[in-house]
């Protein structure tokens, strides 16, 4: 079993920045894969970014490719989303999600049925 639990959210204006944490309370947080996700208002969940178990391999949606970075730190059992230049599109809640790792992640980072556990959430609003 791993809990999850985002932190860093908040409201910042267009073209602000944003860090989200989230901290996996676990002694094997290095076995998963870790994934985070979005869900605005009215609307689906939207994969953002992911990151192998060793933190070699990011992967990320389009709408955040250049903006984003997504990291690792096993020793804190921790994971990194450093949000910059944000818009107004990019408000919703976050998902910090985590699935045991395996071959085929290369190939199916983005499906969050995937996952096997997910955070709380944390809010993020971008004013325009």
């Known amino acids: 079993q791993v809990q999850l639990v985002e932190s860093g959210g908040g409201l910042v204006q267009a073209g602000g920045s944003l860090k989200l944490s989230c901290a996996a309370d676990g002694r094997t947080f290095s076995n998963y894969a870790m994934g985070w996700f979005r869900q605005a208002p009215g609307k689906g969940r939207e994969f953002v970014a992911a990151?192998?178990?060793?933190?070699?391999?990011?992967y990320y949606a389009d709408s955040v490719k250049g903006r984003f970075t997504i990291s690792r730190d096993n020793a804190k059992n921790t994971v990194y989303l450093q949000m910059n230049s944000l818009k107004p599109e990019d408000t919703a809640v976050y998902y910090c999600a985590a699935r045991q790792t395996s071959r085929a992640y290369s190939l199916t980072y983005y499906r969050g049925s995937l996952y096997d556990y997910w955070g709380q959430g944390t809010q993020v609003t971008v004013s325009s």
């Open positions: 990151i192998n178990w060793s933190g070699e391999s990011t």
